[in-house]
């Protein structure tokens, strides 16, 4: 793990729990320390580098231009609290409520929760008229304090906000022609060499597929295993980074983490900021191949090589090979593709998705930290992320190519408890979150007991719904009209031609190689609107 300008010492000790837990907002109720209502939970972790600011205390002034951009209609109501939370440094969140008495008739509620505050309910007839309606709520009351005053009104039980801009960033090259590999600084055996000015940006746990058949309202999570969720934080946060770039304000954009390559408009991070993804386990499937096996799938040993090596699915929280028997046996199940092959998959086309790509360049993470006590080597996940896509960088389209990340063993975070009885439930955050959310793995929703609700109707702020919603926000946002044309969520992935011919080559090549059929859900889930 490391970043330019900052310091480095050699430990075993847990300095990454010592991040994570510097980094984990306080909310009442809950721990600074990662959450533990399951400790058994396999959980995995995004954490940024840099030279981060050390802002401790909310700023007092803001740019008048915002409030003006606002009321000549150039800046949605949504966009604007978002933009307001940036600058003066408090929490902010759309929650799905009910609607107030007297009225008739079928409205979708929202209101705005302001570092802890609820303001006035906003209605419409669906949810994006809800949201801004009770967006606009929200800033009537705000407005005219800001202009009179220039501060924000102080609230009781205000949560301190952890949201700080990392003014240091990485990402691939803009024209990748080889594959990459991310330089790292000598380590010593069994020990890694941590840098200073890391912060988490987003965290999940799980291990479970729902248990529900796919349900084609995007309003239900069918994967919670950890490193998707991980990956679905990290998605939001990026969402609200290419709010700030296209607020059309200078402050805002500069605290973005993103930047424009004018030949291309496309965006990428930083070139002095770093992604990096923590695992307390190591994943499962390729990555935890036996140490005798070799890389050589057509070779005399091929079967068992194709079952360890190979491509692997998830069932009802077990691992199934692509060529077992069992697996062609529970085809009526959700299935997903397991974590190892999950990780190859978005080193190779991005952690950011078909969605965000319409906006930004590949995105993938520099180094893999491993902190399973029971682990000994790093060999199956070298074998899993790199080995089994040498040599397809040329086949793929410009910007796409295989980053080998650095892969280490650290340690653990925290313990894990394999007696624990609450395994199904699955943990999100993302920084800037005022709260966790808890998710009923087997079910695909939220939990009634959850520290964030989005509404009655469970559905968790990662599910493929909430996700359009920020891709319509931003596309509107950014002005990109032919977008925003798209009349389903599998229309706007679909768009995004070379990230889907990229992601037909990795399947193809695995499938050349021998490694067995990527495994796709149906379409139906994809197929939903706003």
């Given at each position: 793990?490391?970043?330019?300008?900052?310091?480095?010492?050699?430990?075993?000790?847990?300095?990454?729990?010592?991040?994570?837990?510097?980094?984990?907002?306080?909310?009442?109720?809950?721990?600074?320390?990662?959450?533990?209502?399951?400790?058994?939970?396999?959980?995995?972790?995004?954490?940024?580098?840099?030279?981060?600011?050390?802002?401790?205390?909310?700023?007092?002034?803001?740019?008048?231009?915002?409030?003006?951009?606002?009321?000549?209609?150039?800046?949605?109501?949504?966009?604007?609290?978002?933009?307001?939370?940036?600058?003066?440094?408090?929490?902010?969140?759309?929650?799905?409520?009910?609607?107030?008495?007297?009225?008739?008739?079928?409205?979708?509620?929202?209101?705005?929760?302001?570092?802890?505050?609820?303001?006035?309910t906003g209605m419409g007839t669906n949810k994006k008229e809800a949201r801004a309606k009770a967006a606009q709520l929200a800033l009537e009351e705000l407005l005219p304090i800001l202009e009179n005053d220039g501060v924000l009104p102080d609230v009781p039980g205000n949560i301190p906000s952890t949201q700080s801009v990392v003014q240091t960033t990485v990402g691939p090259p803009p024209l990748p022609v080889k594959e990459r590999v991310y330089p790292v600084p000598e380590a010593h055996p069994g020990r890694t060499v941590f840098a200073t000015g890391y912060k988490v940006v987003a965290l999940g746990?799980?291990?479970?597929?729902?248990?529900?058949?796919?349900?084609?309202?995007?309003?239900?999570?069918?994967?919670?295993?950890?490193?998707?969720?991980?990956?679905?934080?990290?998605?939001?946060?990026?969402?609200?980074?290419?709010?700030?770039?296209?607020?059309?304000?200078?402050?805002?954009?500069?605290?973005?983490?993103?930047?424009?390559?004018?030949?291309?408009?496309?965006?990428?991070?930083?070139?002095?900021?770093?992604?990096?993804?923590?695992?307390?386990?190591?994943?499962?499937?390729?990555?935890?191949?036996?140490?005798?096996?070799?890389?050589?799938?057509?070779?005399?040993?091929?079967?068992?090589?194709?079952?360890?090596?190979?491509?692997?699915?998830?069932?009802?929280?077990?691992?199934?090979?692509?060529?077992?028997?069992?697996?062609?046996?529970?085809?009526?199940?959700?299935?997903?593709?397991?974590?190892?092959?999950?990780?190859?998959?978005?080193?190779?086309?991005?952690?950011?998705?078909?969605?965000?790509?319409?906006?930004?360049?590949?995105?993938?993470?520099?180094?893999?930290?491993?902190?399973?006590?029971?682990?000994?080597?790093?060999?199956?996940?070298?074998?899993?992320?790199?080995?089994?896509?040498?040599?397809?960088?040329?086949?793929?389209?410009?910007?796409?190519?295989?980053?080998?990340?650095?892969?280490?063993?650290?340690?653990?975070?925290?313990?894990?408890?394999?007696?624990?009885?609450?395994?199904?439930?699955?943990?999100?955050?993302?920084?800037?979150?005022?709260?966790?959310?808890?998710?009923?793995?087997?079910?695909?929703?939220?939990?009634?007991?959850?520290?964030?609700?989005?509404?009655?109707?469970?559905?968790?702020?990662?599910?493929?719904?909430?996700?359009?919603?920020?891709?319509?926000?931003?596309?509107?946002?950014?002005?990109?009209?032919?977008?925003?044309?798209?009349?389903?969520?599998?229309?706007?992935?679909?768009?995004?031609?070379?990230?889907?011919?990229?992601?037909?080559?990795?399947?193809?090549?695995?499938?050349?190689?021998?490694?067995?059929?990527?495994?796709?859900?149906?379409?139906?889930?994809?197929?939903?609107?706003?």
């Open positions: 793990m490391m970043g330019r300008g900052g310091s480095y010492h050699v430990s075993r000790g847990a300095s990454f729990a010592q991040i994570l837990k510097k980094n984990m907002a306080s909310a009442p109720g809950c721990s600074p320390c990662v959450p533990q209502p399951a400790p058994a939970f396999n959980s995995s972790t995004f954490d940024q580098a840099g030279n981060s600011s050390k802002n401790s205390s909310k700023p007092k002034h803001f740019p008048k231009e915002l409030i003006d951009r606002y009321k000549r209609g150039e800046t949605h109501a949504v966009s604007m609290l978002y933009q307001l939370s940036q600058v003066l440094q408090f929490q902010v969140e759309m929650k799905e409520t009910v609607t107030t008495g007297g009225i008739t008739g079928f409205y979708f509620a929202f209101c705005a929760v302001i570092d802890g505050v609820e303001y006035k746990t799980g291990n479970f597929n729902t248990k529900e058949s796919l349900a084609p309202n995007g309003r239900v999570l069918h994967d919670s295993h950890a490193v998707v969720t991980a990956r679905r934080s990290l998605m939001r946060y990026l969402y609200r980074h290419l709010l700030l770039f296209f607020s059309k304000n200078r402050s805002l954009e500069e605290k973005s983490v993103f930047q424009q390559d004018q030949s291309t408009k496309l965006l990428s991070l930083k070139s002095h900021i770093t992604l990096h993804l923590y695992l307390n386990q190591l994943p499962k499937g390729a990555a935890q191949i036996p140490s005798h096996l070799r890389l050589n799938p057509l070779s005399i040993s091929a079967w068992e090589v194709n079952n360890q090596i190979g491509l692997h699915v998830m069932i009802d929280g077990k691992v199934f090979s692509v060529f077992s028997s069992a697996f062609e046996q529970s085809v009526s199940r959700v299935v997903s593709m397991s974590a190892s092959d999950k990780i190859t998959q978005w080193q190779v086309l991005g952690f950011q998705g078909a969605l965000l790509s319409h906006f930004i360049e590949p995105i993938y993470v520099s180094s893999i930290l491993i902190g399973d006590e029971s682990c000994s080597d790093t060999r199956g996940m070298e074998v899993a992320v790199n080995q089994r896509v040498d040599g397809i960088t040329s086949k793929l389209p410009m910007y796409y190519c295989v980053y080998r990340p650095h892969i280490s063993l650290v340690p653990s975070a925290m313990t894990t408890d394999p007696h624990s009885t609450q395994k199904s439930l699955s943990l999100n955050w993302t920084q800037g979150d005022v709260s966790l959310e808890v998710v009923d793995s087997l079910e695909g929703k939220i939990v009634e007991e959850s520290p964030f609700k989005s509404g009655p109707a469970l559905a968790s702020r990662l599910c493929k719904v909430a996700m359009l919603s920020r891709f319509n926000l931003v596309a509107k946002e950014a002005q990109r009209e032919e977008l925003l044309a798209a009349v389903s969520y599998r229309e706007a992935k679909m768009m995004s031609k070379p990230y889907q011919e990229a992601k037909s080559v990795l399947k193809s090549y695995l499938a050349m190689r021998g490694y067995g059929q990527w495994v796709e859900k149906p379409p139906i889930s994809d197929h939903f609107t706003m």
